[in-house]
């Protein structure tokens, strides 16, 4: 996980200083043309496009690997547990409203496996699936939604601490992507040592 967070650092680094080499670069070619107030103002512009912007855009990204590391995991536990059951139902088989239930279903319903999860994990899970589907489908952005449907967003932000929104657009805090990272590596790990022990397997895909 630290791994993945310090990738993530460095690549909002590397953008930010490669946008401000190239953006102040234009603006000192059009240095003559332009008042003084006009200048200020532009290389303000710039830093406000480096300093929020940018660590916006990378942040409210970085939710939809997360869940994807977190979908890919419980697929690979429920295909893997529902071949050595021998049940002939996949929990592609069940239906529900989206993939936390599904997943839910499947091993608490049909294997009658407890997932080792408490109830405010997998609230917070909900919350961070309903944010990755925002982002995912919307660009984390709040304008020309219809009312009820920014009312539901709003609802869903002021649940979730590091979470916000500015300029008509979601906002993460880095905490919020740490913390939401530490919950995915966390139940995942948990689950798979659950199954480790109930079948007797080494548990191989650890956390880092």
């Known amino acids: 996980m630290d791994s993945y967070l310090k990738v993530l650092e460095d690549q909002i680094s590397h953008a930010r200083d490669q946008y401000r080499l190239r953006a102040e670069r234009e603006l000192e070619k059009s240095t003559e043309k332009l008042e003084r107030e006009e200048y200020w103002s532009k290389l303000s512009q710039i830093e406000d496009a480096a300093e929020k912007q940018i660590p916006r855009f990378f942040r409210i990204g970085a939710l939809v690997p997360i869940w994807g590391l977190f979908e890919s995991f419980l697929s690979d536990f429920a295909l893997w547990v529902g071949k050595r059951e021998t049940i002939g139902v996949s929990f592609r088989d069940i239906r529900a409203q989206n993939f936390r239930g599904q997943i839910e279903k499947y091993f608490e319903g049909i294997l009658r496996v407890d997932l080792p999860w408490s109830a405010e994990e997998r609230e917070r899970l909900g919350y961070l699936q309903e944010l990755r589907n925002f982002v995912a489908h919307r660009n984390g952005r ?50 798979n040592q659950k199954i480790a022990d109930r079948y007797a397997y080494p548990a191989s895909r650890k956390s880092s």
């Open 142 to 191: 709040l304008m020309d939604l219809p009312p009820e449907k920014e009312r539901e967003i709003k609802a869903l932000i002021a649940k979730v601490p590091g979470v916000g929104v500015e300029d008509s657009t979601l906002v993460v805090s880095a905490a919020y992507i740490k913390e939401a990272a530490a919950l995915v590596f966390e139940v995942v790990g948990r689950l």
